[in-house]
Every structure is written in C-alpha cells, then in structure tokens.
C-alpha cells in the first residue's frame, strides 16, 4: 500500500495519475482538510502537521509515501523523511526536472503558496539541473481556497481577475514554462492559459506520481484498492473529490483525528 497525502484535495490530481499508472496497487488517501492551507503556516507548524501524517501511514503498513503538497514538499521533507522506515517522494525534484526539458529559453517560473516559494526548493532544484537557468516564484496564496471551494471555471470572473494579477510578473518576465508548485494548480490550468497562452505548464503532481512508480515494485495480484480519509468535513468531500479525480466520486471517505498521531 502507498501513502499519498496533501493539505487538502490537491494531492487527488496525484493520486489519479498515481492509479493510472498503477491500477493494480492500494493506496491511502489522507488530506487534512481541517488545516488547509499549509502555505501560510510557519516551518515548525508545517514540519509538526507532516509529521502527524507519515504517523498515520505507519498506522496502514504503507510501503512508500508521496507528499503531493508542494508546501510539504518544499519545507519539511528533508527533516523529517531520515526519521520513517518507508521513501518520501516529494514534489520538487521530478517537476524540476521536467520544466528543465521543456524550456528552451531557460526562464523558468514558479508559482505556489507563500511557504513554498519562500523557501525558493523549486528555483534552487532547477538551478541544480541547469546552473545557467533564470528562476521567478511568485506565491499565489489564494487559489488553494478558490480551487477548494469550487470556484475552478476557466470563466469564472473571480479566478481570472485573480489570476491576471497574479500572473502579471511571470508575463513580464517572459517565462516560457511554468512550474504549478501546487496540487491545486492543475485544476485552474486552463485559467492560466489565458493568461499564460504561450507558456508550458508543468503539473508537479503527474511528475512527482510518475517518479512514484519509478521507485515502486508494482505487483500484480495487489487489490487496487483506495482508502480516503480527511481530518475534516467528509461531507463535501464526494463533490470535490469529483473535480480532482475527473470523474464520479462513488467510494467512501472516514475522518481521522490525526492531532493523535
């Protein structure tokens, strides 16, 4: 079984592409809803909620776990991972990687929660890879809340406006590939677009899912089956899972009180 968690529901565009490319294995689900957004918390709190969840998956006997929350990714895996007898895939490294392939002019742009651009892993991950690229993050702190609660139409007035102020920087620097340092993200991408049309966007969640299972012993006769649970409000989780996931959310979600872990 596989562990895949996020500060929310972003980590379900993960965990989609994790199941396509693995539909024979189990995975467990942990978004803590009732603490979204991580962006805005300070590293020890971060650190403390991380924490928190790799307990809960040693809890389930997971054999790997993916962090697809670029916040938790960015912020808190290099000091927790050493402490837990299972690999932490975080989503840095594999979108850094592919923006690296994509761009031809070697300006590179990151967008994210405050946290995550601050701590500036994307930019330094790509400069790795490519010493000579140019780097701009920019926070976007509030499209988590917009994507959450369903404001995701590429027409809607609200996420556009917010968007194109946003995104203003990233046109002035003339980027031509941009990392969605966020689960979130890949919802909103066609919003983007508009603003962005020329740009190529990187989807770290589909990344970091496929060095997932570059580093998984896939087994064929494993269930396939997935275990959904959140810290918070179950209730609406069917209808916003359905947005992430792309499809009809049919399977059940418990909630966890995970400040016991």
Partial sequence: MIGIFDSGLGGLTALKEAIRLMPNESFVYFGDTGRVPYGTRSRDTIIQYTEQALRFFVSHNVSSVLAACGTVSSVALEAVKQRYPFPIIGVVDGAAKAAVKSSESKKIAVIGTAATVSSGSFEKAVKKLSPDA?????????????????????????????????????????????????????????????????????????????????????????????????????ENFSSVASIFLGEDFCGGVKTVEIQNY
């Fill in 134 to 234: 140019q780097t701009l993050g920019v926070a976007c702190p509030l499209f988590v809340p917009l994507v959450e609660n369903g404001f995701i139409s590429p027409d809607d007035a609200v996420t556009l406006e917010v968007a194109k102020r946003y995104l203003q920087p990233i046109k002035d620097f003339c980027a031509d590939t941009l990392i969605l340092g966020c689960t979130h993200f890949p919802i909103i991408s066609e919003t983007i677009k508009k603003v962005l049309p020329s740009v190529t966007l990187i989807n770290s969640g589909y990344e970091a899912a496929h060095a997932l299972l570059e580093q998984t012993e896939t087994q064929p006769d494993k269930s396939g089956a997935v275990e959904f649970y959140v810290s918070d409000n179950p």
